[in-house]
């Protein structure tokens, strides 16, 4: 499987990227689904997720209280290898398949042994 991306949560992406080496902004969006605002920046070989949530109805908003920063990683493979490596490593799904308007795709998110948050993206 293929790393897509690296997540963190913060309380303010422009602040939060003046202090990056990567500013390469490849794209910027408000997703409703997560109440947040989004930026998607490049990388070499893997893309960096900052994650604003922009009030108590976001799905992060109780992480960021309690300090943010690193929150998940993402893998970039088909349905049927997500559901399947889900099954296989009995994780728990926190969100089934719902459109990313930043990866203009769909994304799941579930929840493994190891106490952790793990988002795949479906393959274009």
Not at 91 to 105: F, G, N, Q, T
Request: include cysteine; charge should be neutral.
């Amino acid at each position: 499987m293929k790393i897509h991306h690296i997540g963190y949560v913060v309380k303010n992406i422009e602040k939060y990227k003046k202090n990056l080496i990567i500013d390469e902004v490849v794209k910027e969006v408000y997703d409703d689904t997560q109440r947040a605002k989004l930026v998607l920046l490049k990388t070499d070989n893997v893309f960096i997720e900052l994650i604003e949530p922009q009030n108590e109805k976001s799905f992060t908003y109780n992480f960021l209280r309690k300090g943010g920063g690193y929150h998940h990683l993402c893998y970039e493979v088909s349905k049927d290898t997500a559901e399947s490596f889900i099954k296989d490593k009995k994780m728990i799904k926190v969100l089934d398949w719902v459109y990313a308007p930043l990866l203009d795709s769909e994304v799941m998110f579930a929840y493994n042994r190891n106490k952790e948050i793990v988002e795949f993206v479906c393959q274009k």
